[in-house]
């Protein structure tokens, strides 16, 4: 039961709507899967809620050259199933087990910080995306890490997300302590390779805990090491540390940092097991 | 298909409007007028109250009442707790009847939990209420908290009750405490286990409710609640809490949605619900939310035992011995006390020929949410004590641990047997059931390579056998008062045949789950060989119904469906007298069957049940000494409990890197007696097991230091998915038991009693170790693998 009263508009724009937000010291709304629990147990309490359903603008998936913009309210099932999607975030949006959840979720609000790991923020920050964020009265284009780091006000209109190319190799892997369960920790990897030898390589991280924002790892694996599982390994043991995780109520921080570990490992198996497979 | 209808597997009837939400609950009513009440719990989990202002609660819009204790004074008596189980001491706090007692209805002068009930508010709208109940300023002076029974019985810890010194509820024993040492002491091979058996929240999908009511004009109460035992209800709150003729209260339970043992305890919101109907003059609704039951509502398990097993080299096991603390949370519950002493302490043998056994359970007041039954309740905190005691033995003396089983099976030729510490065990083949748990599990050379086959993966394979005697169909009522019961434990049923041969069978006992609609249809279908559509089942409704007890124990069909029997039996025979007397010839003469009676060969002299009922609806030309229509009341008492068994056995698979245990079989195989609906409890079975399957896996209560709980809703505390479900095998032998007319034994819960003892037995024997507690969360499985990895490397070093 939700107690508390608070104002309710359902603007057309999604200028309208940032205007709202900053007025009132709002909330939005999206699919509400998160945000309507926060509501009943009183953990959000917000004087006013800004529906953003009937704002046409952040609908849409749409292909543009090398990216794929993707309005914030589309949903995970959406996601899941649209072709110009790239397959990884897809996979991501899959992941979510719960099918209610995948109907109602949405992208904007999937990277809002929640104090839980997500399926979805690591693929997107492992492939590259910016986020348009509308404000009042101007509008701000960001990368994804800054997004999630910072969490700027405004209404988060859309992202666009890079296609990897046919260089690049992409994967996802979560844990849930069940198996129908939200994540404990989900990460993914997009891995750019010169042949045999691994480039560039973007890991996106979202291990839960308070506090605890999706983070970039991207300063690693770079140095051009062959790809062989032993040295994916070895590297990751390198740059996953328990000092950046947290030790919460769902699990420790040496257990996220093993299970990161574990997950970074998993994902680039997968992405060895494919090249492997379509003989790349 | 059987040609009978009593055991044939129809689809239960009910299952169809529940399915699609067209069934009513507590929470869909909506009595013209009703006003809404909220409940104000503690914030703390131990503290004296100093004074509570309800000045802004009361000024707040739509209110209509709030009440605290003090307003309750002489209104509403404490809630009476009915299973005193006794023993060497046995402290309560009072009521003012005189019954053992008790919790106040609105905490007093102190709360003893969070969530404890401080005051209630009713307003126009539940929000109102909500909000006003949140605006009540309650001034607490905290006291220190005691959340463990171990702890709580010890000098110095914090005292919850005046009445209770030192905390401590009941020491209870039962068995040979010398002959037990005796045989430990005189052992070749002693093992022991401290086991914590935790805490679990019990979730019924529907969370409970009530809804009062109040006629001035005929000062009748109504209460329509999320009950499992309506009559049983009506007497408490009529009798002993709100001290009201026992005629001026009608109790209606409408569908209720799941309940485990839960809903048949007595809650402060049924007594507040009719008293404020009362005060307000409207009818007074309260429906729980989930995050609200995680406290308002009775919580299960929550035994630390110390366990010892004695026995042989050659694999004789000779003596079991347990000392547990069970932990009954804040206040006595209806029938918490007799939950967590009885019916796990006389059950800690199992399906085992032990010379000695002894039992004794401490049971303490904790800043805990009261404790209650929880299917398979005692049953399953012995079991799990038991089989991983034997599964140690089995080790210690390397002996494969099946066969350690069977050698210490109750023989089946040992019938009627004493289990030597209260239970006597009615039938049961044993070695049956285990022989086919095996064999159906593909035991022996199979698990070996699927072992190998699974460590290629990465993945450790672990195998749990557990074994089980669940003591069910509560009771013999004489039995029960002398386990300290406070009531009869019979069943009841009354027949009624209308005029176009449909009958109505009203039962005493009620369903929360049960397709009690279907299964009692079956039985009374079959015994005049009619169409069980024709049987309508009415129950859970106090007025115009016989009286009956309710649901618990796995009771209803074995002592419930015996009633319902003798019910039709006795009309059976009055329409066979009828139908003698009608054709004028000697009873004898005349026979019933296919749903018709008559003189066999005669078709002129042969009438169908429908004719009889029109016959002797309208009572023309009948002989005297017939009374008119069919119409009959029965009472079954059972002369004892009876006694399912069963072997489980379960395969998990557990991922080297994360500690994630997967169960990748499940085998079962029950013995419950005969089986009226095979569908139906083969339902019973896999949720049964699915609930012994999710607290070895994933359920804990956990409080933090502070009581309060730490997994306060479903977003962090975890229940069974649809994914969790394990693959199972099921398969069941069927010995009957001789104390009831069907041979049916208890079958609603005993597939949870070895369910978590399984899957124990298996994680440790994946793991190697002597023993783990549940929850086998990933996280605590990694933690194992990687103790016995360190262990594994340090052998090594050593070695080089
Ligand atoms: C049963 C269940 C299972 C779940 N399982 C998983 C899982 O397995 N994996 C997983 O990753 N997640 C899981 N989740 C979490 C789920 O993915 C998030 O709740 C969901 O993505 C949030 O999106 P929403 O549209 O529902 O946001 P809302 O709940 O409506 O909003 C969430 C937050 O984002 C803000 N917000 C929303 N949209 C915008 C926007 N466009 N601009 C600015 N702010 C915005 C809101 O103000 C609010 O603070 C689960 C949730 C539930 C209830």
Redesign the interface.
């Known amino acids: 039961?939700?107690?508390s009263s608070y104002g309710f508009a359902a603007p057309r724009t999604a200028r309208e709507a940032a205007a709202l937000l900053a007025r009132h010291g709002g909330m939005a709304l999206a699919g509400g899967q998160t945000l309507v629990?926060e509501l009943?147990?009183g953990e959000a309490a917000p004087p006013f809620l800004v529906d953003l359903g009937r704002i046409e603008s952040l609908r849409g998936i749409e292909p543009r050259g090398g990216s794929v913009r993707i309005g914030a309210m589309t949903t995970l099932a959406e996601l899941a199933a649209h072709r110009a999607v790239p397959p990884v975030l897809a996979t991501a949006a899959r992941n979510v087990?719960d099918p209610l959840v995948r109907n109602r979720a949405t992208v904007g609000g999937s990277l809002r910080p929640s104090g839980r790991a997500s399926d979805l923020a690591p693929a997107l920050l492992a492939l590259g995306a910016t986020v348009h964020v509308t404000g009042a009265d101007s509008a701000v284009t960001l990368p994804a890490e800054e997004y999630l780091a910072r969490s700027p006000a405004g209404v988060l209109s859309a992202v666009d997300v890079p296609v990897p190319g046919p260089a690049d190799g992409c994967a996802v892997a979560r844990?849930a302590?069940?198996?129908?369960?939200p994540p404990?920790c989900a990460v993914a990897v997009r891995a750019t390779f010169a042949g045999d030898r691994l480039g560039a390589c973007r890991i996106g991280v979202s291990a839960g805990g308070p506090a605890q924002r999706p983070t970039l790892l991207e300063r690693s694996l770079e140095r051009g090491g062959d790809a062989s599982p032993d040295t994916v390994r070895g590297r990751c043991a390198e740059f996953v540390s328990a000092a950046g995780f947290a030790t919460d109520?769902?699990?420790?921080a040496d257990?996220r940092a093993?299970?990161v570990r574990?997950l970074v490992v998993r994902a680039f198996d997968r992405i060895a097991a494919r090249r492997v497979r379509d003989g790349g | 298909m059987p040609d009978r209808v009593l055991g044939a597997a129809l689809k239960a009837r009910e299952d169809v409007g529940q399915l699609r939400g067209q069934a009513t609950y507590v929470a869909d009513l909506a009595p013209p007028g009703a006003a809404h009440m909220a409940i104000a719990g503690s914030e703390q989990a131990h503290a004296l109250i100093r004074g509570i202002d309800t000045s802004a609660a009361e000024a707040m819009q739509g209110v209509l009442a709030v009440v605290t204790a003090a307003d309750l004074d002489g209104v509403l008596m404490p809630l009476p707790c009915i299973w005193v189980p006794g023993g060497t001491e046995s402290h309560f706090p009072p009521h003012p009847y005189g019954v053992p007692g008790a919790r106040p209805v609105l905490a007093g002068d102190r709360v003893r939990y969070v969530g404890d009930p401080v005051a209630a508010v009713v307003a126009e709208t539940?929000?109102q209420a909500?909000?006003a109940a949140?605006a009540l300023r309650v001034e607490y002076e905290p006291l220190p908290v005691v959340l463990r029974a171990d702890e709580a019985v010890r000098d110095g810890a914090p005292q919850l009750h005046d009445t209770v010194p030192g905390n401590l509820n009941a020491r209870w024993t039962c068995g040979d405490r010398e002959a037990a040492d005796a045989a430990i002491e005189a052992a070749e091979v002693v093992v022991e286990l401290d086991i914590v058996n935790q805490r679990t929240v019990n979730s019924p999908i529907e969370p409970r409710g009530c809804v009062g009511a109040y006629d001035p004009r005929t000062e009748e109460y109504t209460l329509w609640a999320s009950t499992q035992s309506p009559h049983n209800h009506r007497f408490l709150l009529a009798a002993l809490v709100l001290g009201i003729p026992f005629t001026k209260l009608r109790v209606i339970a409408p569908t209720v949605g799941g309940s485990f043992g839960t809903k048949g305890y007595l809650y402060p919101d049924m007594a507040l619900v009719l008293h404020l109907a009362k005060v307000t003059g409207r009818p007074v609704k309260w429906s729980d939310?989930r995050?609200g039951l995680m406290t308002s509502t009775v919580q299960g398990r929550d035994q630390r035992q110390h366990a010892t097993l004695a026995g042989t080299r050659d694999g004789r096991m000779t003596a079991v011995k347990c000392v547990a603390h069970a932990n009954l949370g804040a206040y006595p519950s209806t029938i918490g006390p007799g939950v967590a002493t009885a019916l796990m302490g006389r059950s800690i043998t199992g399906m085992y020929d032990f010379q000695a056994g002894f039992c004794e359970v401490t049971a303490a007041f904790t800043n805990t949410v009261p404790l209650g039954a929880q299917r398979g309740s005692g049953r399953a905190e012995a079991m799990f004590m038991l089989e991983r005691l034997v599964d140690r033995f089995a080790d210690e003396i390397g002996m494969d641990r099946a066969e350690v089983r069977r050698r210490n099976l109750v023989p089946a030729d040992a019938f009627p047997y004493d289990n030597g510490l209260g239970w006597t065990y009615d039938s049961g083949d044993y070695a049956a059931a285990l022989d086919r748990a095996l064999e159906i599990a593909g035991h022996g050379a199979g698990t070996a390579e699927r072992r190998a086959e699974a460590r290629a993966r990465g993945r450790r394979l672990g195998v749990g056998i557990a074994g089980y005697v669940a003591v069910c169909g509560v009771g013999p009522s004489t039995r029960m008062s002398k386990e300290g019961m406070l009531g009869g434990t019979w069943e009841s049923a009354n027949l009624r045949v209308h005029p176009t041969g449909e009958m109505t069978l009203t039962i005493g006992s009620s369903s929360t789950g049960q397709s009690h609609e279907t299964v009692f249809a079956q039985i009374i279908a079959d015994e005049f060989g009619v169409d069980p559509a024709t049987v309508e089942v009415a129950h859970s409704d106090t007025g115009g119904s016989p009286y009956g007890q309710g649901t618990y124990g796995s009771r209803s069909f074995s002592v419930g469906g015996p009633a319902a029997l003798a019910a039709a039996r006795t009309l059976k025979a009055k329409i066979v007298r009828t139908a003698a007397a009608m054709f004028g010839v000697a009873e004898d003469d005349v026979v019933y069957a296919d749903g018709a009676v008559g003189v066999p060969g005669d078709p002129e002299r042969t009438k169908t049940f429908a004719e009889m009922a029109m016959v002797l609806w309208y009572d023309w030309d009948l002989p005297r000494d017939v009374e008119a229509t069919l119409d009959a009341t029965s009472y079954f008492d059972p002369p004892d409990f009876n006694y399912p068994f069963g072997v489980h056995i379960a395969e998990v698979e557990i991922d080297e890197?994360?500690g994630?245990v997967e169960v990748t079989r499940y085998t079962a195989v029950n013995d419950v007696g005969r089986i009226g609906n095979p569908l139906v409890v083969r339902g019973q079975f896999e949720g049964s097991i699915l609930h012994g399957v999710s607290q070895a896996?994933?359920e804990e209560a956990?409080y933090g230091d502070d009581g309060r709980l730490?997994?306060p809703?479903l977003?962090?505390y975890?229940l069974?998915?649809?994914?969790?479900v394990p693959f199972f095998q099921l398969d069941q032998t069927v010995t009957p038991t001789p104390h009831n007319e069907l041979g049916a034994k208890g079958a609603g819960e005993v597939a949870t009693v070895p369910a978590a003892a399984a899957i124990g037995n298996a994680v440790c024997d994946a793991l190697g170790v002597a023993h783990l507690d549940m929850p086998y969360?990933?996280?605590k499985v990694?933690?194992a693998l990687a103790a016995d990895r360190g262990a594994s490397t340090g052998k090594e070093a050593t070695r080089s």
């Open positions: 039961m939700i107690t629990a009943a147990t087990p844990f302590d069940r198996p129908a369960r404990l109520g769902a699990a420790s257990y093993h299970l574990t | 539940p929000e909500a909000r949140a939310s995050r890197e994360t994630a896996l994933m956990r730490l997994d809703d977003r962090s975890r069974p998915h649809a994914a969790d969360t990933p996280e990694w933690r």
